[in-house]
């Protein structure tokens, strides 16, 4: 397992100096004017004790000139110190939480870039801690990192005053340094695998708990809600032990490290009350090493908290990389579809593949040579048995991933020459799996686009669900749950296909998407697209992947898949004669759906 080092831990946080460079400084400063009057506070209390408190011993009584003169001192150090707190703590605050914020961002930024390829290769739980728990590790050293460069400004003037004060004492208390370094080298030896796995095991424990999440109706409707939370229970488990195995390491080294300065302390007032008592030093000065060293003391611990941080910081930070990283990203043009015709009218575009050749890994192709055209505002329906590739084909026309081979046109314009956002402002597609938002009816269907009211309910209507928005308690302004809990299958189908139609696609891919209706109102939609979109010169291209009899007898022409590649292309009609492969599966469901009937009869 790959550990940590100090020299990892520290170019993580010169990524975070070099953004953030004026905030750090700022922060800094502020640390370093912190740490300066900490040491003044050691000069005062070696000057109070040497030109006023001992001379009160010996003379009985001390002048009100002095007393006021220490107090104003001290008061002035203090007021100082709080001024250095504030713009340590305040700089410190801003840079971290501005560094989370942008590489959240980045984030993002590169979830969306990336390819859906690549979304598959990667769990989601693992796509969530990335963009959360490993951010925030990354930069978690942030916070006492101002501290820690500002009080070395302290350590240096306080070990300066030390041997000035006396050199034999200080260097008793510079023994403490490489027991510190020793320390924290021990520390990232034993603690960095294993925060390496707590990070990896949280990525996972986010994981199970999605899947889960997502498949709560099957868990529950067969009765699986003890082995699942065996399974999260099992690696939570996982999760604690090991927190706990490197929390017991961190309990050791903090103590430890706190334990080395006192340590220090105790060796240095033993000394030094020898050396006065011989002659060899004066008592102000002991007590001002002794304090010095206690200050001395504040800046190992802040650079430990530091350290401490850093196995965390840098596997998050590699995590997070590892993302940034990462390659495949859809290259574009700068081509653009018409959105309009000339007399305000959106027209069909014409869809083309030619050779198209596609594999999800090299050995397994999924497609291979697939050509075939549709012409401007018809509808073309594509029917294959299950695994033959049609779903994948949407997912092609839409560039959701590029084909390994061949080409994909839109109005002759091959996919990877349109702009960024482009090929979307023409083509819809509406997919197996309906997502519904935790939002209002409105938001669903217009995603945050600039739809009038009257826009959205004729996409309602056009998909069939008019009639049951208006029945929603508030219409449009109702909200749908998460997942669209409040709605049937159905119903979440047609949100979905009404989402796609309000944006006058000019080809428009249903994949399987009215499964969940009834046959009487997939009817009904697919009308209605046709007259809505379709069929005739000037409306929308339709591609829809289908299994049912009607629907498919609804195209113009029929693409038989199988095995992904084309066995024949044609009218239903003609299919069905020419083609026995074609016809034995569109009649399937229409000989099953008999033998059924057959059955409740006979019963």
Known sequence: MERAST??????????IRREPWIFTLSTVGSALFGALTVADAWVLGWS?????????RTGHIGTGWLIAVVALFVAVAIGRAVGVIARRLGAGVMQYRMQAHYRRAVTRQYLRLPLAWHQAHPTGQLLSN???DVEAAWAPIAPLPMAVGTIAMMVIAVAQMFLADTVLACLGMLVFPAVILT???????????????QQLRAELSEVAHESFDGALVVKTLGREGEETDRFAAKARELRDTNIRAGRIRAAFD????????????????????????????????????????????PIRSLGWVLGEFPRSVVGFRRVQHVLDATGGLEYGDERLPALSGDGIRGGARLELDGVAFAYEPQQ????????????????????????????????????????????????????EFAPGALAEAVSVVPQTAFVFDDTVRDNVTLGGEYADDEVWAALRAAQADGFVAALPRGLDTRLGERGTSLSGGQRQRISLARALVRRPRLLILDDATSAVDPEVEQRILAALRGATGASEGGATLVVVAYRKATIALADE???????????????????????????????YETELDELAETEVER
């Open 365 to 416: 192709p999924l497609l291979s040579g697939v050509t075939f055209e549709v012409a401007a505002g018809r509808t073309v329906a594509i029917v294959g048995p299950t695994a033959s590739g049609k779903s994948t084909l949407t997912t092609l026309m839409s560039r959701l991933v590029d084909p390994d081979a061949g080409r994909i046109s839109v109005d002759g314009i091959d996919l990877r």
């Open 131 to 133: 963009a959360n728990a």
């Open 255 to 298: 103590p430890t490290l706190a334990a080395l300065p006192d340590i220090g302390v105790l060796v240095v007032l033993s000394v030094g009350v020898i050396r006065v008592l011989h002659g060899h030093a004066a008592a102000g000065d002991v007590v001002q090493i002794g304090y010095l060293l206690t200050i001395v003391a504040f």
């Open 49 to 57: 004790t040497d030109h006023v408190i001992l001379p009160a011993f």
């Open 184 to 198: 924290n080298l021990a520390y990232q030896r034993r603690a960095s695998p294993l925060i390496t796995r707590a």
């Open 7 to 16: 020299m990892d831990g520290l170019k993580v946080l010169a990524v975070a």
């Open 558 to 588: 029929v693409v038989h898949l199988d095995g992904g590649r084309i066995l024949a292309c044609g009218t239903h009609e003609q299919l069905l004669v020419t083609s026995p492969a074609y016809a034995e599966l569109v009649n399937a």
